[in-house]
């Protein structure tokens, strides 16, 4: 079935370093990709998305592109604050709108 | 407008209890989910429903029940409370011009 793959492990970077978080997918066509972001004790909130190929979503500094070659969709920020410590989420949306979460990224930044 | 509102937000309940998490949205969509999110292991869907009086399952829907029956209600049930269950609880309806899953913050459960 569709399914999300993100890199292993928490991620601990200096304010103002450059930002970067895997994520791979497998699904039958073109699903709609997104990144979620989680702060400390509250919901999911949705940061960027992109729903064809080569798009490329963007919001408070992260982007990130739909490629279909690479089946990837990974996140990218040139310079983060303490304020972006969050866990990451990727995911793709299948059948009856439904959301493939990968397994979330958490980002420590230290200032 | 509220969005998506979920009560309790915490709760603690003993291995065999039963209970309801409640999930209110007032964005008018037909569309909602039920998701548990485990320590690292992202959100997985228990149940979902695509309108009034429809729901199905989801990845994980052993242990849990609902019902929908108005456009704005979607309450999950756990009619015997098991350890395996303490997780967090999130409820979600759809918006946004691309039908983007907007979520509620939140149900933390804890079986002992």
């Known amino acids: 079935g569709d399914s999300v793959t993100q890199m292993e492990g928490p991620v601990t970077l200096s304010e103002e370093a450059f930002l970067t978080i895997n994520c791979t997918y497998t699904?039958?066509?073109?699903?709609?990709l997104f990144w979620y972001v989680q702060y400390p004790g509250e919901g999911l909130q949705l940061l960027l998305k992109?729903?064809?190929?080569?798009d490329k979503g963007s919001n408070k500094g992260f982007e990130a592109t739909y490629r279909k070659e690479t089946t990837s969709f990974h996140l990218e920020k040139g310079s983060v604050q303490v304020s972006d410590s969050a866990v990451y989420f990727c995911?793709?949306?299948?059948?009856?709108?439904?959301?493939?979460f990968g397994k979330g990224n958490q980002v420590v930044v230290i200032p | 407008n509220a969005g998506v509102t979920q009560t309790p937000k915490f709760r603690i309940l003993k291995i065999g209890q039963s209970m309801t998490l409640q999930c209110t949205q007032d964005?008018?969509?037909?569309?909602m989910y039920w998701y548990r999110q485990d320590p690292g292991m992202g959100l997985k869907l228990i149940y979902y429903?695509?309108?009034?009086?429809?729901?199905d399952k989801g990845e994980v829907p052993n242990g849990y029940n609902v019902s929908r029956s108005t456009t704005e209600d979607f309450p999950l049930r756990l009619e015997l409370a098991a350890p395996s269950q303490t997780s967090v609880y999130f409820c979600?309806?759809?918006?946004?011009?691309?039908?983007?899953?907007?979520f509620g913050p939140g149900t933390r459960l804890t079986v002992l």
């Open positions: 964005m008018n969509h037909n569309y």
């Open positions: 429903s695509v309108g009034a009086g429809i729901t």
């Open positions: 699904a039958t066509g073109y699903p709609s």
């Open positions: 995911a793709l949306m299948y059948g009856n709108n439904r959301l493939a």
């Open positions: 992109a729903t064809k190929a080569d």
């Open positions: 979600a309806t759809l918006a946004g011009k691309y039908n983007e899953q907007f």
